[in-house]
């Protein structure tokens, strides 16, 4: 019998990361489900139980190195091995730099940063023995444009997307593939706080900070479909991206087409 593909998605007990991981399992990969939020392993199972897939769960923190690496462990036993890893995690800060707490700084750049390293540096031993990995990092239209008050996220960002470069480039004799989706708004839990956040920074109502700032940027007026995020991760899990490497994919809404 063949087995089936499987997918590693950091951050997936929520948002973003929860939607790829049906989309996933719904073109029938196994997942291993990660996330902070303390129903991990009850949403783990009704996954796999909606779409019949094997799923885990591993509430590793991604500012943990060693946690990483044990879930990369579990994943690849149980799995028989990881095809796709998805670098989702991700936390988010809004303040002037003059009063950017220096431990939300350290948070965001290792959550959004440093654990993508981690996670690749786990898989990668694996995804180069069986000569096919595909990883796919979930950056922003923050990691290849700014906004003012989100320093550590955009440098984070930014970081990312330098650093997709650099392992499509590494990947490339191993048929491991790295590529990026950099989405505009999508209305998750992260956005839903960053509403609130902003609406104090900038002194407008949360209905003002929706018009006029977060979908003010975007040429279509429309927060990003989660369905469309997981078909384009899907297309960079598939063997029709292997030629395709090193890329960030804007999905938002022509914003950074300005
Ligand atoms: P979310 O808050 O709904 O989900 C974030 C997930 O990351 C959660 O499961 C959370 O538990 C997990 N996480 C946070 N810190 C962690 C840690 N230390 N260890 C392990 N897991 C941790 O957010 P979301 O909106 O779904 O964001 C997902 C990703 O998409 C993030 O990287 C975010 O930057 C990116 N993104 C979001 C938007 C948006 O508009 N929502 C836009 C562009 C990019």
Redesign the pocket.
Known sequence: MSRNKSAII??????????LAKVFAKAGYNIMF????SNGAEIAAQVAEEFGVKTRFA?????KPEEIQAMVKEAEEAFDGIDVLI??????FVAPIDEFPEDRWN?II???LN?VFHTTKAVWPGMKARQFGRIIN?????GIRASEYKSA?VAA?HGVTGLTKVLGLEGAPFNITCNAI??????????E??IADQAKAHKLSEQEVVEKIMLYKQAIKR??NLESLGQAALFFASEYSSETTGITLPMDGGWSSQ
């Open positions: 950091t951050g997936s007990t929520s948002g973003i990361g929860l939607g990660n996330g902070l939020e509430g590793a923190n991604m500012l670098n989702n995690a991700g936390v988010q948070l290792g959550v959004n654990s979930i950056t922003s239209a923050h996220y960002k950099a989405p505009g708004y999508v209305k998750t839990p992260l956005v706080g960053q927060f990003i």
